[in-house]
T-cell receptor, first 113, second 120 residues
């Protein structure tokens, strides 16, 4: 079975500071990895995904993530956050050739002025 | 191209009533997925459907919940005799099929805005 752990339920950070949101997964088979963002009372928007190739993945809004197979991690980073980045972020995995996502419990990023 | 549409966006029901949630996939998509997000939790898979077929319902509660995706019209998630614990956001996603190499493929899923169900 797959599971996704987001250790930090809330991350407060000041505007223009760097941020890292942590994601670890466990799986006995190969998976694809994703980060989604959810603004209040809205649906999920895809930030970035790792399917194969380079382990450093760049996404929208200046976010990037690095796939580390040995540590089974896929941490999300941004060098300088903006107030508008305040939202909840979800890490998710999906098994190769399967169709359902396994989501982490989410990390609320609160960017303060 | 319109995205995935869900209605209603907000639904209030009293205990014991029925809730019907609708999902219209993106144009050209024939695969639909339903996820539930309980308060303060991540999304949990419920069911995966293709037109007129349930492919995977391993995440559906055994009782009171059902889903369909008819040949014509939207996908429907139906909850009978709702209880307070059913209060959650229900998200639908759709996909067109697989992408990537045949041996390592996945269906890119596009999510709708969700229906927020409140049971009084």
């Amino acid at each position: 079975a797959q599971s996704v752990t987001q250790l930090d339920s809330q991350v407060p950070v000041f505007e223009e500071a760097p941020v890292e949101l942590r994601c670890n997964y466990s799986s006995s088979v190969s998976v694809y990895l994703f980060w989604y963002v959810q603004y209040p009372n809205q649906g999920l928007q895809l930030l970035l995904k790792y399917l194969s190739g380079s382990t450093l993945v760049k996404g929208i809004n200046g976010f990037e993530a690095e796939f580390n197979k040995s540590q089974t991690s896929f941490h999300l980073r941004k060098p300088s956050v903006h107030i508008s980045d305040t939202a909840e972020y979800f890490c998710a995995v999906i098994r190769h050739n399967f169709n359902k996502f396994y989501f982490g419990s989410g990390t609320k990023l609160n960017v303060k002025p | 191209n319109a995205g995935v549409m869900q209605n209603p966006r907000h639904l209030v029901r009293r205990r014991g009533q029925e809730a019907r949630l609708r999902c219209s996939p993106m144009k050209g998509h024939s695969h639909v997925y339903w996820y539930r997000q309980l308060p303060e939790e991540g999304l949990k898979f419920m069911v995966y459907l293709q037109k007129e077929n349930i492919i995977d319902e391993s995440g559906m509660p055994k009782e009171r919940f059902s889903a369909e995706f008819p040949k014509e019209g939207p996908s429907i998630l139906r909850i009978q005799q709702v209880v307070r614990g059913d209060s959650a956001a229900y998200f639908c996603a759709s996909s067109s099929g697989t992408s990537g190499s045949p041996l390592r493929s996945y269906n890119e899923q596009f999510f709708g805005p969700g229906t927020r169900l409140t049971v009084l």
